[in-house]
């Protein structure tokens, strides 16, 4: 080609004024011989390009070494191009009972397939009641705590929605989101979990963000986000192809925060059959363990009841006045029915029954339960926040009644349900039916506004409140309902079955709509 002479002449001067800094001219044009026709390069020309090289590597080395250095402070491996795992000596996590994170167990024992994992568990004092099932949340220890590679904390803590993992003692960091401590582990356990293995993390995050925004999703909105998952799973067994990834361990733990897995399509549904097989062998529950924070509930509940025994029987009125149409009866000692065909147990009762006195009396008759504290509500849509993701089932709305002749009725019914009471009114054979008077309510029943429960029932000695329930609630359509243990800052689960023997057990008067 023909050689063209330098349009500008880099090597000019500008005069400067001379009030100002001066500055060195930063470019200069250095003259390169022209190849040879021989094709022969000069050796000052290599010479150049070989010292430019090394400066390079030189400088890559240098920020290696800086990277490798802050990820070792941190406690991930030393290179994200690597599959060898560094182990993290302790790891600490706290999360809120209400919104356990389902995926830690299986981490737990997917990492104690090829190392010795120590877990322990603890409860802070601003929890102040957990489920029995989440005391076993983690897989037993596997020896002792010196002899461990790796030692995983969890403390149940009013965090939030978003449970925290701590990265670094010394520096107080604190990763934010289930989604993120799945990555996290991922990240320092490359061999053990895909995420970044095969150029596969864009994908993974993609769905990472969707159980995200399902996890933050109205009702309404969830099938929408569920949709292309579903359609991914009728193409391959997990959502990145036949290998289990921890976006299958995120939408795992989702669905069961969320209580979904009842309602799945068909794809998702085996997905999901096969996902707990892996992690929990197809148990739904593990073996129980005697944990820090289970002995901890064991004596709140022992000092509880033990308050409560201890308050003075005096605190009734002096007055000896005329007995009202709704007093309550005095305390005194019942004898409940017990199962069919099996002697009754003996409660001793209040006045009104409480919280405490109610789970005395399922204990005695043999219903477990599950009760989460939570702080007052007024509504039903108030309190699911507090208690979703720890506990199944129906949640349900409640209403005390009465007619025209002052017959009166507890009404339960699913939360989103619309009930007509007109409709209802008819079912019933009553005439305008409308709110009852919070004082004839507690009277009668020994609860509040807000309060409001079909474990009431205990306390309607006369059997005078009729109880009208929304038929899915007894029918088996659910496994479990929630409802407040007679007060409104806690919310108590049992089985439909269950439920089925307390309505039994307080000789109710049921009719269903």
Known sequence: ???????????????????????????????????????????????????????????????????????????????????????????????????????????VSILAQKMKVFTSVHCHSCVTSLPAHLSSFLPEPQGERGQADIKITLIWKDVGGQCELMVSPVIQSVIRGEVNLLRYFARAFPSMFLYERDNRSGAIDNILDSVTSLLWATPKDRQPIL????????????????????????????IKQLGLDKDLQSELRKWFTLVSTKLMGGKGRRTSRRSSSRKSFTKRRNSERKNTDKTPEKSAPKEKSAKKKDAPPPKKIIKSAGKENSPPKTVTMAVHMGKVELFDYLTANGIPYINIAHPAVMTVEEMIPHVLGGVDGAFCKNLFLKDKKENYYLLSAEHDRAVNLAAVAKIVGAKELRFADEVVMFNRLGVKAGCVTPFALINDKSHAVTFLVDTKLVDGSHAYVNFHPLVNTATTNISAKDFSKFLYLTKTKVITF
Do not use: W
């Open 1 to 107: 080609m023909y050689a063209l002479k330098p349009v500008f002449d880099l090597d000019a001067r500008v005069e400067l004024p001379t009030c100002m800094y001066s500055l060195p001219v930063l470019q200069v044009s250095k003259v390169i011989h022209p190849v040879c026709e021989s094709g022969d390069i000069p050796s000052n020309v290599l010479a150049a390009l070989e010292q430019r090289q090394e400066a390079i590597l030189a400088k890559l080395g240098h920020l290696s070494e800086e990277v490798s250095k802050y990820r070792s402070s941190i406690g991930l491996a030393g290179s994200s191009t690597q599959s060898q795992d560094k182990v993290v000596s302790d790891i600490v996590v706290r999360c809120s009972p209400s919104h356990p994170p389902f995926s830690l167990p299986a981490i």
């Open 227 to 254: 949709r292309p998952l579903a359609v991914i799973l009728g193409k391959s067994s997990h959502l990145l192809g036949e290998e289990l990834s921890i976006a299958d361990l995120a939408l795992f733990s989702a």
